[in-house]
């Protein structure tokens, strides 16, 4: 696994990030400002085609790779954990127009965010918090 700064480094312009956090996934768009929860509950080479991945961030050590997918080489892999609080979350998502795509209404505390059933959420709110830490979100693509 790649440090989160070689990571973004390395990673293919206009190539997209995939989360995943348990069975959960999430993408970023191709200039890695926000982040979208993605209803898919599989890992499949077609998903990464399809979604021009370049990169995997591994969220949670219960990540849905197994060992029947096979993980191409050109594709970065990183790990990050997330830290944020849930008042935070709140916070951000009120303040900032980049959390929009991520519907946080059926989430009403932190045990909500680790139900399996919101996996897809949690890993798109730990992808905004990635991006925003190592890309300066929205500000920084066009800044």
Not at 75 to 96: M, P
Request: with cysteine.
């Amino acid at each position: 696994m790649l440090k989160s700064s070689i990571f973004i480094s390395r990673l293919t312009p206009l190539k997209t990030i995939l989360a995943i956090h348990k069975s959960g996934f999430a993408l970023a768009d191709p200039y890695l400002s926000f982040a979208t929860p993605l209803t898919d509950t599989k890992l499949t080479p077609d998903l990464l085609n399809e979604h021009g991945v370049g990169g995997i961030l591994h969220l949670s050590q219960t990540s849905s790779i197994s060992s029947s997918v096979s993980i191409p080489s050109h594709i970065l892999q990183t790990q990050f954990s997330s830290n944020l609080t849930f008042q935070q979350i709140q916070q951000f998502s009120q303040e900032d127009i980049l959390w929009e795509d991520i519907d946080l209404e059926n989430i009403q505390n932190e045990q909500d965010l680790e139900l399996e059933k919101n996996s897809n959420i949690k890993a798109a709110i730990s992808l905004q918090h990635f991006l925003f830490t190592h890309c300066g979100g929205w500000a920084n693509t066009f800044g």
